[in-house]
């Protein structure tokens, strides 16, 4: 990682918690519906007229719904290290908000280590750098590689 | 659907899809005259003109209504322009049938044209952090083929589906293109074509995934009293389902980062893709047995089998079964894509609804050549435009 200040990859979409990230997200006070990213001035049930949010952290942890990788790079605004470098990407339901979140998998785990169903958590990585910074974004982490079936 | 709410498809017309690298407007001017020429009818009895809306080429693009008209001859005529993404000629197609019902207009011009960029589609250029399009690039690298491999990936997961059942599925579709002359591609691939070639996304190979594609498409619409006057058979539009998902969308949909959260409020009865056919058939007062053919939009050649779940063929689990079994493929139960469907185009994104429409014209009227399905009474289109547009129309003779 060397000596490179660390900046968040995208403002206020996760906190910077370094042993526990999680992502930003906000809870309508009327019908206290989740949304991510953040919604923060109408409330998108269409029974509900909330503009007061209150602002949450959401689970860390989750079971894999889908996953899929990416061999080639894609068009901008993605930045990739030159050459490119594939990367795994999760849909992953989350534990409590019954919503799913897609994410780049962290490097080191391809698609030959993911399944549906499987535990994985939130961490921060480098998305990108340039001279100065290191970009942060959240990626999943396998929690261990025990599956437990396609049951979401 | 009463006979009132009927309007009549009196032409249809294309331009070859190719990658022509010429501008939109003249595929859009061919497809025109081509539509005009089928319904026997000239520029000047076009009382409203729809077009559908390409947002990678300029002005020009978004205010395709004008620059059709302009380009075939200002004359007064009313028009519209629309733009939603992949479903922006069926959304064409209902203002046109709205004016038409309305009875503002006798006989309207719907026509979608594109010329697109070599490779991966990109968001529209700039610095956007507001634009879920732009940033679903930035911070996931995710791309258009990463949300079809997702849905690829999850019917492997679930339903055992394998990438040879997705290569059938390319391999039918390009069995049923070969001799289409409105097609990109005439070439014949197998399963093992399809395994062979390089993973792009996976579970999803190059040739799972659909190009992206210059073309035009139009359709010459009517009142169903104009028609008559026409043509002892009309071909007739029995529904034209527009629809939004329904609040908790609980499935990832492409360019998003998360579902909608259904922690307080219950998932619709149909998930937003199974709502859209359900629309189509209730307009329509028909169902998945009156079938018998089916446009489906195949981006990838994993979600043709998605989409036959939608529409009713069979239910969720054993679409693989109808692609094993041939029944989708011409002279099977139910053809699916006899034009050859994207994986024989590529995406011309606001002429592919047309485009659709004019297939199951030209097979209701018995006039698809080798690729006709015989006796065809009714044909459903269906389709999905990013950010929530579901379309699906049904002809019958």
Known sequence: ?152 | MTAEHEVAVLGVGMHPWGKWGRNFVEYGIDASQAALADAGLSWNDIGFVAGADTIRNGYPGFIAGATMSQALGWKGNRMASCYAACASGAQALNIARSQILAGFCDVALVVGADTTPKGFFAPVGGDRQDDPDWLRFRLLGATNPTYFALYARRRMELYGATQEDFALVKAKNSRHGLTNPNARYHKEFTVDDVMASQIVADPLHLLDICATSDGGAAVILSSMDYARKQTATPIRVAAISTMTPTFPQTVIEMPNFSTDSAATVAPPEFAFRDAIAQGAYEEAGLGPDDLDLAEVYDLSSALELDWYENIGLCKEGEAERLIRDGDTQIGGRIPGNPSGGLACFGEAIPAQAIAQVCELTWHLRGQAGDRQVEGAKVGLSINQGLFGHGSSIIVTT
């Open chain 1, 1 to 152: 990682m060397g000596t490179k200040t660390q900046l968040p990859a995208i403002e206020g979409w996760f906190t910077l918690d370094p042993d526990e990230p999680a992502l930003l997200a906000t809870r309508c006070r009327a019908c206290a519906t989740y949304f991510f990213p953040r919604e923060t001035y109408f409330c998108k049930n269409p029974d509900c007229l909330g503009r007061e949010f209150d602002e949450v952290e959401l689970s860390r942890t989750g079971t894999v719904w889908s996953f899929t990788n990416n061999c080639f790079e894609p068009p901008p605004p993605y930045i990739s290290p030159d050459p490119f470098v594939p990367y795994a990407i999760a849909a992953v339901q989350l534990d409590s908000e019954k919503m799913v979140v897609l994410g780049q998998v962290v490097p080191g785990f391809d698609v030959s280590d993911l399944r549906a169903g499987q535990r994985v958590e939130l961490v921060l990585d480098p998305l990108y750098e340039d001279d100065e910074h290191e970009y942060l974004v959240w990626k999943w982490k396998p929690i261990d590689t025990e599956t437990t079936g396609a049951d979401q």
